[in-house]
């Protein structure tokens, strides 16, 4: 019998350095997420353009930032203006505990929407040294908190990008920080750094768009808490970044937008073949089809423990559903906290740990 394989030699060139899950840095980018809720970019009452928070991402890389560090000096050199927020201070300071040193800051409030990530770098100072002493980036983009990011999550019309149908809010605002976030990275990937994406809920709808527009071949891999659906089937045939979308039980945001209802609707539409209805048909069109993507990890409790289970069928999800929802009828909105996610993804990175 002939055995006549390997025709295909460049299907050979197998890739080895992309990042599996791991239940630390899925702790580690949970933390990530949450500190992208700091308000970095708020001096006071006033919110700080894109040129005041590189120089503040100066400051904060030289050591020389205060709350009192004015930003905007006036023409005869009095000081005015702005102040280093102290929230930049202290996310900065935070992540330094985890060996880890600010190199972007980005917002984007001038633009109409309103998104804010940071980016972080691997440093290991005082003897910590994250990834084994590996030169690692992270993006972390923020989560809902304003009226301007909920106008984002209802512009639930999908647009075509690049030949796939994309949540049209997600997408501007993403896009709307794209170019300062790239002119960060354009200094930092080509010496050989691996990028992680992360976010909480809108954040990490953001950090999935992030990964098929600037990190589609990461050896790092993309994270994401409580995140909605953000596009149909094909979003991510290019993405060759490893995908992780972590569920926490109830968590109402992951199952918005709906994935199902509205063809049941068109469904519906068709049959009763009611002319003047047809405009609705074509908006619901449009709404339709989300889908998930990535690999699943579902957060439940069994009695007082935390299991983190891989890619748990529906069906399941389903009957553990009721029984937590009659228990605490507030678990949707509870169980989308990242306060949350952080503790018990500790829990259950600290008991993998023991022996």
């Known amino acids: 019998m002939a055995y006549e394989v390997f025709k295909k030699r460049d299907l050979l060139n197998i890739p080895n350095k992309r990042a599996a899950w791991s239940d630390r840095t899925a702790h580690l980018m ?78 984007s409030g001038s633009k109409g929407t309103d998104t804010q990530a940071f980016l972080t770098q691997s440093a290991g100072p005082n003897g910590v040294a994250p990834f084994h002493g590996e030169s690692v980036v992270i993006l972390s983009f923020r989560g809902t908190e304003t009226i301007k990011d909920w106008m984002t999550n209802v512009k639930l019309i999908q647009g075509q990008v690049r030949g796939v149908n994309v949540h049209q809010g ?10 300062d976030i790239t002119i960060a990275l354009d200094s930092l990937l080509p010496q050989g750094a691996t990028l992680y994406l992360t976010g909480h809920s809108l954040g990490g709808a953001l950090a999935l768009i992030a990964t098929r527009e600037i990190a589609p071949e990461s050896h790092g891999a993309c994270y994401s808490f409580g995140a909605p659906r953000v596009a149909r089937f094909g979003f991510a045939r290019k993405i060759k970044t490893p995908i992780y979308r972590v569920v926490n039980r109830n968590d109402l945001v992951p199952r918005v937008p709906p994935a199902y ?6 469904f519906g539409l068709s049959l009763l073949n009611i002319p003047w209805l047809k405009p609705l048909d074509f908006l619901i069109k449009k709404l339709e089809k989300y889908v998930h993507h990535g690999d699943l990890r579902f957060i439940r409790k069994s009695g007082p423990e935390v299991m983190l289970l891989s890619n748990p069928s529906v069906i399941y999800r389903f009957f553990w559903y009721w ?19 952080c503790q018990k993804l500790e829990d259950w990175a600290t008991k993998r740990l023991s022996p």
């Open 261 to 266: 209802i509205q063809t049941v609707i068109r």
């Open 30 to 107: 949970a933390q990530m997420s949450k500190l992208a809720y700091c308000k970095f970019e708020m001096s006071g009452p006033l919110e700080l353009d894109q040129a005041q928070l590189n120089l503040v991402v100066k400051l904060l890389k030289s050591g020389t930032a205060t709350t009192s560090t004015e930003l905007s000096p006036g023409p005869d050199g009095t000081p005015e203006g702005p102040t280093v927020p102290a929230d930049a201070i202290a996310l900065s300071d935070e992540l330094k505990k985890a060996g880890f040193v600010i190199v972007g800051l980005f917002n």
């Open 170 to 179: 997600f997408q501007e605002a993403f896009e709307s920080v794209e170019s």
């Open 323 to 341: 029984p937590a929802l009659i228990k605490n009828w507030r678990s949707p909105s509870g169980d989308h906290s990242i306060d949350v996610y």
